[in-house]
C-alpha cells in the first residue's frame, strides 16, 4: 500500500472522511499528537488499528468526538456532575474521560473493558474529519505499539508508511504529548495517564483530584492497571535513557560525569537538557528540551526519536518540574527510561 501524504484543504478531507466511512485507516493531526483514527463503532475497522500499530489487544482506544451530542450515544447514564464540569471548562481539548459504556460500542474498541474513554479534540482538522465522516474516530497515537508518538506528519509516516491509504498533515501538534486521562467513574477524578489539562487544573474545576500512583513508577508485581496501557513499554529509544533530577548545578554535574565515562568506553552519548542549562555541557552532544516544560512537552517525542536517529547508546536527560504539564512530560520520560532516575 501506498501512504500518501496530503495538506487538510476540502478535497483531501472528504476523501479522508470516505476512507473512513468505508472501515478505513486515517491518520490525522490533533492538538496533542497524531492520531491513527478509524470508526470506532465497527469491530472490523478497529480490529484493523490494532493491527497496523501492533498493539496488544487489551490495550483500549480513545474515542473522538466533535459535538457533545455525539456522546449520549457512546455511554451509558447521564455524565456526573464533576464530568459535567469538566467538559464545560475543558473540551475541545486535551482531556480524555472515561464513562461506562454504551452496547453501541464494540468492546474491541474498549479493549474488552465496560469503560469507554471519550475526548473532544481542538483540532481544527481533526474535528473537520469527525463531522465530515458523521461518526466517532477510535484515534490512538500513529505510533507503531512502543514507539515515541509522533507529533509531525512525517514522525508519523516513519511508523505508518505502507500500512495507511492516506495521512492528513496539519503542521506539528501544539501539545505535544496525548491526552490527560481521567478517570471519573469514582467519586474522586483520578488521573491514570497526564497530559495537557493538569491534576491542578482538574483540582480548581472539581474541588479534587487524586493521581493514580502508576503514574511516575512501574507498575508493581501483580498491581492492575487502572489505564491498561500503563502496562506496557512505551516511547523508548533503542539506547539506554536516564534520567538525572535534582538542582541544576549538581544534575549537569552528573550527566557530565556519565557522558565523558560514556564516551570513554566507546559508546555514544546524547544529552536532552533545557534550553538554559546548554552551556553547562560545553561541546558536548546535546539537544534542546526547549525553555520550560510546556516546550518539553512539545519536544519530547521529537527528540527521543532523534536519539534513534543519531544512534545514540547513553541518553541521559535532566528532569523538568512536576507542576502543570511536567507531570506529563516526566511520565513519559520515566516510562521511556523504564523509570531508571537518578536522584542526585
Ligand atoms: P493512546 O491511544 O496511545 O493515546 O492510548 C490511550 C490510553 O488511554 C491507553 O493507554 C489506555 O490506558 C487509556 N484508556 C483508554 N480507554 C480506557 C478505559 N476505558 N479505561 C482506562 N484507560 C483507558
Ligand atoms: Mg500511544
Known sequence: M?????????AAL??????????????????????????????????????????????????????????????SGAPSPAAQRLMDACWPGP?????????????????????VAVRM???????????ESGLPLAAP???????????TAAHMLEDMNGRIPLILDGGPCGVGVESTVLDVTGPVPRVLRPGGVSPECVREICGACEVDGAVMRPLREGETARSPGMKYRHYAPSGSLTIYRGGAEAASAAIRAAYDRAEAAGERPLILALEANLPRYGSR?????GRDAGEAAQRIFAALREADELRAEAILSEAVDTGGIGLAVMNRLGRAAAFHIEEV
Open 285 to 289: 552532544r546535546t539537544r534542546s528540551l
Open 14 to 75: 472528504t476523501e479522508a472522511a470516505a476512507l473512513i466511512r468505508a472501515g478505513s485507516l486515517v491518520g490525522m493531526p490533533t492538538e496533542t499528537v497524531y492520531g491513527l483514527a478509524a470508526n470506532a463503532l465497527d469491530p472490523d475497522a478497529v480490529r484493523a488499528i490494532y493491527e497496523a500499530k501492533g498493539r496488544p489487544g487489551d490495550n483500549p482506544l480513545i474515542v473522538h468526538i466533535a459535538d457533545r451530542s455525539q456522546l449520549d450515544a457512546l455511554i
Open 2 to 10: 501506498n501512504t500518501r501524504i496530503l495538506k487538510p484543504g476540502a
Open 95 to 115: 482531556l480524555t474521560l472515561i464513562f461506562p459504556k454504551s452496547e453501541a460500542v464494540p468492546m474491541r474498541t474498549t479493549g474488552g473493558l465496560d469503560t
Open 141 to 151: 497515537s500513529g505510533n507503531r505499539s512502543g514507539r515515541p508518538s509522533p507529533t
Open 121 to 131: 479534540p481542538s483540532h481544527p482538522v481533526a474535528r473537520a474529519l469527525i463531522a
